[in-house]
């Protein structure tokens, strides 16, 4: 365990190291931060000083190395140049609310792909089955912003059941660090219809995935062997086969994850929530390049961090897996 962790810190280094050089190299295909940060009447003269002060004509990886001290030694991501606040710190504001809609509709996409996938894996040839393969079909093709204006337009516009904006009411916690719209009633109302919209990225995807792996795992010889022996059908299906069943679907689902926080960045437009992917959206609008690197830099370290808790909980799901690499004995 120790050394898969370490060997997984040095690859964190790495690939956070790479993200953020990519990140800080396409600064200068976004803008010029001086021509953001002055106004109109600013002289030629001024934009020069402003520039040489930033560092902004020395060398590129003088400008690198600068940018990972100030990271490494005081977790300094830069300004932001229109709302001039630490970047990290507008960051971590905005992340409770991505999470929280992130979380919702991963218990959406949970909680109806696994009975849905096991059902139509077991009676593979029932009406019911090819209903909720022809919609999986069909939401696989469907974008989610569309997905999200429709529901906009039935359940907040048409039926007037659901607000159609904003995060609602929320519980502040840690002197306003954190804070969850969950546990009111009008931030939960809120949260329905966006939680909803985004879960029907991964809900085909699961929903399919489940049913291939269990129907493979209804294949194995084990199963026949267990079929043979009497075992009772519910036994099989949801001790045996679904237990293998589950170790490729939190693979990918663990990956899938850091996309569908990616995914929040359309949905949180439509539907106006205050999460990191709103907040992306406006600072490339107002072309704030030291935001929009924090951002990138910030979602390729959840990515790693993802996969990396992914493979941890390999081993708890199947002790045939060793953490670190190979069969287990």
């Not at 409770?96 to 996409?109: D, G, Q, R």
């Not at 294949?219 to 490729?248: D, S, V």
Request: aromatic share 10%; proline share 5%; no cysteine.
């Amino acid at each position: 365990m120790l050394t898969f962790l370490l060997k997984r810190l040095a690859q964190l280094l790495i690939v956070m190291l790479a993200i953020s050089f990519i990140a800080f190299a396409i600064q200068s295909k976004l803008g010029d931060p001086v021509a953001q940060m002055s106004g109109m009447m600013t002289s030629n003269a001024e934009k020069e000083l402003l520039r040489e002060r930033m560092g902004l004509n020395d060398p590129f990886l003088s400008q690198y190395g600068r940018y990972l001290s100030n990271i490494v030694t005081a977790g300094d991501f830069g300004d932001s140049y229109f709302l001039k606040r630490p970047t990290l710190e507008l960051i971590l504001q905005a992340l409770p609310a991505t999470l929280e809609l992130v979380l919702a509709s991963s218990f959406i996409v949970i909680g109806l792909s696994i009975p849905l996938g096991i059902y139509a894996a077991i009676h593979p040839r029932n009406w019911l089955t090819k209903i909720i393969m022809g919609i999986s079909t069909v939401g696989i093709s469907i974008p989610v912003f569309l997905t999200a204006i429709l529901l906009l337009f039935v359940f907040s516009q048409w039926l007037g059941w659901l607000p159609s904006y904003g995060r609602g009411e929320t519980v502040a916690f840690f002197g306003g660090a954190l804070s969850l719209g969950i546990l009111t009633w009008d931030g939960f109302l809120h949260l329905i219809l966006p939680a909803i919209a985004l879960s029907t990225i991964m809900l085909p995807l699961f929903i399919r995935l489940v049913r291939s792996e269990m129907m493979e795992s209804l294949g194995q010889e084990y199963i026949r062997f267990a079929r043979a022996k009497g075992l009772p059908k519910r036994k099989i299906y949801y001790r045996h086969a679904l237990k293998n069943t589950m170790l490729p679907v939190i693979t990918v689902g663990g990956v899938q994850l850091g996309t569908m926080i990616a995914y929040t960045i359309l949905t949180e437009r439509v539907f106006e929530w205050p999460g990191m992917g709103n907040l992306f959206l406006e600072a490339i609008n107002r072309a704030d390049i030291p935001l929009i690197t924090t951002y990138i830099v910030f979602v390729g370290f959840i990515f790693v961090m993802t996969n990396t808790i992914v493979d941890l909980i390999y081993g708890l799901i199947d002790p045939r897996v060793s953490i670190g690499g190979g069969k287990a004995k």
